[in-house]
Nanobody
Framework: VQLQASGGGLVQAGGSLRLSCAASGRIFSIDAMGWYHQAPGEQRELVAAISKGGVTNFADSVKGRFTISRDNAKNTVYLQMNSLKPEDIGVYYC????????????????WGQGTLVTVSS
């Protein structure tokens, strides 16, 4: 199983980016999916998550600016980032709870490789 994140780049403050993360491989089902932000020199922190049924939650710092969505048919999660600020700079990682087989017990968390977001002020 692989998670491939994309969509990062350089944007001016106030601009927008859309991140994508596609899961591939032998997948039976995917539970929650999420995005994490790791600023330079800081720990990785949850930005947004979405359940299989579409229930979302966000870090306070991004509420009203970021939205998360998923396409279950494509095993893909998206992060729409609007009104970007310099404090949003960092690497964004996606993750997903994946069940590999119908007779697997529970879900295993997989991580994408990260995509870099840079915001110029």
């Amino acid at each position: 199983v692989q998670l491939q994140a994309s969509g990062g780049g350089l944007v001016q403050a106030g601009g927008s980016l859309r991140l994508s993360c596609a899961a591939s491989g032998r997948i039976f089902s995917i539970d929650a999916m999420g995005w994490y932000h790791q600023a330079p020199g800081e720990q990785r922190e949850l930005v947004a998550a979405i359940s299989k049924g579409g229930v979302t939650n966000f870090a306070d710092s991004v509420k009203g600016r970021f939205t998360i969505s998923r396409d279950n048919a494509k095993n893909t999660v998206y992060l729409q980032m609007n009104s970007l600020k310099p404090e949003d700079i960092g690497v964004y990682y996606c993750n997903a709870g994946i069940r590999l087989h119908s007779n697997s017990y529970g879900y295993t968390t997989y991580w994408g490789q990260g995509t870099l977001v840079t915001v110029s002020s």
